[in-house]
C-alpha cells in the first residue's frame, strides 16, 4: 500500500510510515530539506485522488454495491463494493464501459479502488521492467 501512496500523493512514504484509524489515514514522510511531516488525508478522498491517478495513467475505475453472504436465519446481508477497472484506449479517454480488464471485490468502495489502483501499479511497474531489459 506504501507503494500507492507514494504515487498517489507524490510523497516518499516507507512502508511503516502510515496507518488507518477511524476512515482516517495518518501518514509521516521526509521532505526534500531533511525535516518529518506528518498529514491526516480521509480515505474516502484519498479513494477519489486514486481514481484521478488512474484515469491519469490511462485507467477507469467504475464502482458498484453487490451482494455477499445472505444469512436466512437472522435476515443479515452482507454486502460488497466491487470496482471495474478497464483501460482507456486514446487520447481523448474514450473507453468501451463493456470491456473491463479486472474486477475487484472488497468490504468497502476505498478498499476496493485501493486494490484496482494497486494491480494498476505492478502491471505499470512489470511492463516499465520488461521495457528496460528488452533495451
Known amino acids: 500500500m506504501y507503494k500507492l501512496l507514494n504515487a498517489v500523493l507524490q510523497t516518499n512514504i516507507q512502508q511503516d510510515d502510515y496507518c488507518i484509524k477511524n476512515n482516517i489515514l495518518s501518514y509521516s514522510y521526509c521532505r526534500c530539506d531533511n ?16 481514481k484521478a491517478w488512474a484515469y491519469r495513467n490511462w485507467y477507469h475505475i467504475d464502482t458498484s454495491i453487490s451482494y455477499g453472504d445472505i444469512d436466512y436465519e437472522s435476515d443479515e446481508v452482507t454486502y460488497y463494493c466491487l470496482a471495474f477497472l478497464s483501460r ?6 474514450i473507453m468501451d464501459r463493456n470491456k473491463f480488464t479486472e474486477e475487484f471485490e472488497a468490504e468497502s468502495e476505498p478498499k476496493a479502488i485501493f486494490l ?17 531489459v528488452l533495451r
Open 35 to 50: 525535516e518529518w511531516c506528518t498529514k491526516k488525508i480521509n480515505i474516502y478522498e484519498l479513494a477519489f485522488q486514486c
Open 88 to 93: 482507456l484506449d486514446d487520447k481523448e479517454h
Open 116 to 132: 484496482a489502483c494497486e494491480w494498476i501499479l505492478n502491471k505499470e511497474r512489470n511492463y516499465n521492467e520488461i521495457k528496460r
